[in-house]
C-alpha cells in the first residue's frame, strides 16, 4: 500500500532508520508506515496527503465505540488512525482487540457522531 507524506517543516527532516530525508515542503511516497515515520506523523511534522488503499471506517451511529478493521491490525507502530484529519494517540483515544481485530473508541471527551469518518494510515508489516 502507497502513503504519500509532506514534510510541514521549514527545514530538512531525516526520518531515522528509514533512509528517507524530506527537503522543506518535499512530498514523498512510501511503501509502508515505520515505527520512525508514524512518529513524525504523530508529531506533525508529516501530513498523509494519500494512500492507495481506502481504509475508512464510518461511524454510522452517534456514539458508537466499536468497529471492524477491514485489514488485520499490524500494531500502533505501523499505522495511525485519524478522525475527520486529526491524528488520534493509540492507548488514549482509541485502541484496538486484536482477537476480534475490532478498534475500540477510549475518548469520553470526543463523542463520535453518525457520518464522522476514521481513517486508517499504512498497515504495511
Known amino acids: 500500500m502507497s502513503i504519500t507524506l509532506h514534510n510541514t517543516l521549514a ?3 531525516d526520518v531515522p532508520g528509514a533512509g528517507l530525508i524530506f527537503d ?3 512530498t514523498k511516497t512510501v511503501d509502508g508506515i515505520s515505527p520512525a515515520l508514524s512518529a513524525a506523523i504523530q ?3 508529516l501530513n498523509v496527503t494519500a494512500q492507495s488503499a481506502d481504509l475508512t471506517l464510518l461511524v454510522t451511529e452517534d456514539d458508537q465505540s ?3 478493521l477491514p485489514i488485520p491490525w499490524p500494531g500502533p ?3 495511525q ?3 475527520n484529519g ?3 494517540a493509540f492507548g488514549e483515544d482509541y485502541t484496538v482487540e486484536v482477537a476480534d481485530n475490532q478498534l475500540l473508541w477510549l ?3 470526543i463523542a463520535l457522531k453518525t457520518g464522522d469518518r476514521i481513517i486508517l494510515i499504512g498497515g504495511a508489516p
Open 107 to 109: 475518548d469520553e471527551e
Open 66 to 68: 466499536d468497529f471492524d
Open 77 to 79: 507502530d505501523r499505522m
Open 24 to 26: 522543506p515542503g518535499e
Open 11 to 13: 527545514t530538512v527532516l
Open 43 to 45: 508529531s506533525g511534522k
Open 86 to 88: 486529526l491524528v488520534l
Open 81 to 83: 488512525v485519524s478522525l
